[in-house]
């Protein structure tokens, strides 16, 4: 209350004053149709500026009175309940004349009332808030947007505090990628619940480093179809603007596909890498069991004519067999590295798999230990395949032996069984994406046993060369079946767990109706004198030819390569009644060689010879008339029997 009357005045204009400075666009209206008596500066600035005091509100503001503003006028005046909206839209022109501009207001109407205490008027307060409200839904926008995103990626976005990992909120793609309701996102514990156990403390060490720097880790989670699923979670700290501590931010998605299929190309390069160093290998053991088979060839065959001609009871006779059998047993190992390589098989006929195996179980039962009982489950009408029928003895022997060997004390089966399976595309992969065999029909030999098993860090070396379980193996036994199985277009796949015995299951392509012939016999020349041109670039290996064959009764003509055999068979073609020809020589190949001695005499009798087997050459040469092959190294009788010379000494 003012101290004395004369200050009424004073306080009046000062409170005038207040209210026309005021930020607020303040106005005053009496009677029924609100006719204006005060106006601030703030109300005229909001608006064109046009004269209102002494005006009716719907005359002053037809477009106001359009948006419905008279009503309220008229309920605030009528009830005296006063009007309050925050964000109320009022669109007014802010030039005179100019158009209607989109405006947002928080009003209130408040009613006025006469010393009576009789409603006589309406007070109205305006704050414009059009940049607030403006801002807000750019902010919903951008969040719907964001959201939209979230969504469409099929994330889920989170905060936490990162003291005890305590979610503050999450948006997103929560029941798909963790497996739970976005409410039970909120729980502490939910984070946590569902991790494989294995990365378990993966995820923990992870999240623990997000004060330090921004993290990222891949684990595998238990979702709500009951699978695991791979989720990929990365977070860093963030300080937003007015919180006290920071909090962290993340995403999380479901990478289980992008996983699987990176998990697949790395399967695929292994293997291919896997592949790469069997070649190698491959190559390395076919180079050696070359180069050795032509020492061995000098070795063995001089030891075998020494053998030869040694008179019964010599002195030097039991050292001369000893020589002949471990040079025997050196030409075995070489055999083994060429089955490695897959340049093995030499004689590929149409083969009776079932024969082979029958053959081959009937010398095996007196082998193999009594506890171990052999069991064959033939198939009937099975098709034939091509094939070396000693290669695939091989690998039916190594097979069965390591199928009873991995029986223990108490006793167990071995079951060999054959069929008929059609393989596709797709089964050919899953053995490996570089398998040379072709999709179609195959003939299967299985041999199971009902030993140990194998372990998987086992099962995956099985077939590295040189890799054996056994005290005295050498490791080449597996590696060779694979090779002899590779050299065929078959291929291998094996099935094992510990305790649950082992199967190994060995495909070869089956036979079409004449597909391969069987090639014509061979008609030994019967004869023991003759001339023999030997073209070898090996020296050893020529000296030794020289000797046996005039042994034999032969006249020799030597050539150091194929371009002066070659030269030699030209000059000396009318005398010349056997060539022995080297397939691996430089300047010029065995083939090479036999072409043009082919255009100066096509009759001559050919005997091809190798350390190792070029197998696309003799498939196409040998089996063609006056065309014939031995296998370095060989003795002196297996070289006369093929030129058909009597051997007896």
Request: glycine letters at 8%.
């Amino acid at each position: 209350m003012p101290k004395r009357k004369s200050d009424i005045p004073a306080i009046e204009r000062g409170f005038q004053r207040a209210l026309e400075e005021a930020p607020a666009a303040i106005s005053l209206r009496k009677g029924p149709d609100h006719r204006c008596v005060f106006v601030n500066r703030a109300h005229l600035e909001s608006t064109d500026g046009r004269p209102q005091l002494g005006r009716a509100f719907a005359e002053a503001f037809p477009e106001l009175a359009a948006q419905g503003f008279v009503k309220i006028f008229d309920r605030v005046y009528a009830t005296g309940e006063p009007f309050v909206a925050d964000g109320r839209r009022a669109d007014v022109p802010t030039v005179p004349g100019g158009p209607l501009k989109e405006r947002y207001w928080n009003l209130t109407f408040q009613a006025t009332h006469n010393d009576d205490g009789v409603i006589d008027g309406v007070s109205t307060f305006a704050f414009d808030v059009t940049d607030h409200v403006r801002a807000r839904r750019e902010a919903e926008e951008a969040r719907r947007q964001y959201d939209e995103l979230v969504n469409t990626l099929g994330i889920v976005v989170w905060r936490v505090d990162p003291e005890g990992w305590r979610p503050e909120w999450v948006r997103g793609h929560v029941a798909e990628v963790l497996g739970i309701e976005p409410e039970a996102a909120l729980q502490p514990e939910a984070w946590w619940a569902g991790i494989h156990p294995d990365d378990v403390e993966v995820v923990r060490a992870a999240r623990s480093s997000v004060r330090r720097a921004e993290y990222r880790v891949e684990y595998r989670r238990l979702t709500g179809d009951e699978a695991w699923r791979w989720i990929a979670e990365s977070g860093q700290l963030r300080q937003e603007a007015g919180a006290e501590q920071p909090s962290a931010w993340g995403l999380l998605q479901d990478v289980t596909e992008r996983v699987l299929h990176r998990q697949e190309r790395e399967r695929l390069q292994d293997h291919l890498l896997h592949v790469q160093k069997l070649e190698s290998l491959g190559v390395l053991a076919g180079g050696v069991a070359h180069d050795f088979n032509n020492l061995l060839t000098a070795i063995l065959g001089n030891a075998s004519l020494a053998e030869m001609q040694l008179t019964t009871g010599h002195p030097a006779t039991r050292a001369v067999n000893s020589m002949v059998a471990a040079a025997r047993r050196a030409s075995d190992l070489t055999r083994q590295l060429l089955a490695f390589s897959g340049r093995g098989h030499f004689k590929v006929l149409p083969t009776d798999v079932n024969e082979q195996v029958v053959e081959l179980t009937v010398l095996l039962e007196a082998s193999i230990p009594k506890k171990v009982n052999l069991r064959i489950e033939p198939h009937e009408n099975l098709p034939l395949v091509a094939a070396d029928g000693s290669q695939l003895s091989q690998v039916l022997m190594n097979l069965v032996i390591n199928g009873a060997e991995a029986i223990d004390e108490q006793g167990g089966t071995v079951v060999v069984r054959t069929g008929v399976q059609v393989l596709e595309q797709g089964d050919l992969l899953s053995v490996g994406p570089f398998a040379a065999a072709a999709p179609g029909a195959f003939v299967f030999v299985e041999v199971s046993d009902s030993g140990a098993g194998m372990d998987e860090s086992t099962l995956a070396r099985i077939f590295d060369p040189f890799f054996t379980t056994k005290v005295n193996g050498r490791g080449l036994g597996l590696a060779a079946v694979q090779g002899i199985i590779r050299g065929h277009q078959g291929l291998i796949r094996v099935y094992s767990e510990p305790g649950r015995g082992t199967t190994f299951k060995v495909f070869l392509p089956a036979l079409t109706r004449g597909a391969l012939q069987y090639p014509p016999a061979e008609t030994p020349a019967g004869r023991l004198n003759g001339t023999v041109l030997v073209v070898d670039d090996e020296p050893s290996v020529r000296e030794f030819a020289r000797a046996a064959l005039e042994f034999g009764g032969y006249r020799v003509v030597e050539a150091a390569d194929g371009r002066l055999g070659v030269d030699a068979f030209r000059a000396l073609a009318g005398e010349i009644d056997v060539v022995l020809l080297d397939l691996t020589m430089p300047r010029m190949s065995g083939e090479e060689a036999l072409s043009e001695m082919r255009k100066i005499r096509p009759a001559t009798r050919v005997i091809l010879s190798s350390g190792y087997n070029e197998v696309e050459a003799t498939r196409r040469l040998v089996g063609r008339a006056s065309v014939e092959f031995i296998q370095k190294p060989y003795t002196v009788r297996e070289l006369l029997a093929l030129l058909g010379a009597r051997t007896t000494s």
